[in-house]
């Protein structure tokens, strides 16, 4: 309506058809226009990541709520080569959206040392990190403040792991101990002193194990699960089993699958293996062609990437 289009209403809620959309060159995101709304989708995942607002549009005071890129209906979309700028096009007229780049949402300060290990809590509410000095902070996500400091650690922490319930965090170190900490008081709740420095954690068989990656080559297990200290002592860890096999320091571990009955391995040695936990054994192997740094497994436990110096 006129009105609509010299902005004295809003369209009406039943008005949703979408007339114009848009494919990026590569092909990994979408725009489509849905009345007077422009929603974007990473094509892959199949996944809506977002609205266009127009911030003219919620000064007017016709909209309250972001997520308005025209006041009449959008009748075009098309993304430029790049697929960084995306034109729509209303009733006279044309707007263009930029994509901005590294965009940075917030920062965590008040680090002593060079970061070394991070780990996010599942509720994505904490995140601990561990520095070249042997000391955690945790942070709070939302604000990027420190809540607590966990010392005890005397050399750089190289593996960090919340437990499940959130409630707890494992790390490991070149001081070769595996710390288990209470978050609520941070406290030291277990530990243990192994053969060698640890440079990678995981928590396997349904979260109520340890798995060490030792600079010995050696992966370790560790039963956590009786673990019960809050304001006494630290308990000690009780070993399960040693998983000899690499041909160099184990340099890091992950999951395979969210109950950790198969574990993943990186080593200096060039190799990427995969463990049965239960068993102990070698169910996969994949050459590297270098010293494995690093491994990340996908969600669904089908995609593994390593990545070397």
Partial sequence: TDTARTGSASLPAGVNPIFAVAVTGDGQFAAAGRANQIFIYHVPSKREIGRLTDPALLQSGIYKNPGVAHLDLVQSLDFNPAGDLLASGGYREVKLWRRAQN????????????????????????????????????????????????????????????????????????????????????????????????????????????????????????????????????????????????????????????????????????????WNVAQGNAVRQMNHGGPVEAIAVRADGQRIASVSA
Avoid: C, M
Avoid at 192 to 209: D, M, T
């Fill in 103 to 274: 965009v940075k949402a917030g920062e965590f300060a008040g680090l002593e040392g060079a970061p070394r290990s991070l780990a996010v809590s599942g509720d994505g509410k904490l995140a601990a990190i561990g520095d070249e000095a042997g000391k955690i902070k945790v942070y709070d996500v939302s604000n990027g403040q420190a809540t607590k400091t966990l010392a005890g650690h005397t050399g750089p922490v190289t593996g960090l792991k919340f437990t499940a319930d959130n409630a707890r965090l494992v790390s490991g170190a070149h001081d070769k101990t595996v710390r288990v900490w209470n978050l609520a008081d941070g406290n030291p709740a277990g530990q243990v002193e192994v053969a060698a420095p640890i440079n990678a954690i995981a928590l396997v068989a349904e979260g109520k194990q340890i798995a060490t990656g030792g600079a010995d080559n050696i992966i370790r297990l560790w039963d956590y699960a009786a673990v019960t200290a809050t304001e006494k002592p630290a308990e000690p860890l009780k070993p399960v089993k040693e998983i000899p096999g690499h041909g160099g320091p184990v340099t890091a571990l992950a999951i395979l699958a969210a109950n950790g009955a198969e574990l993943v391995s990186g080593s200096q040695d060039g190799t990427v293996r995969v």
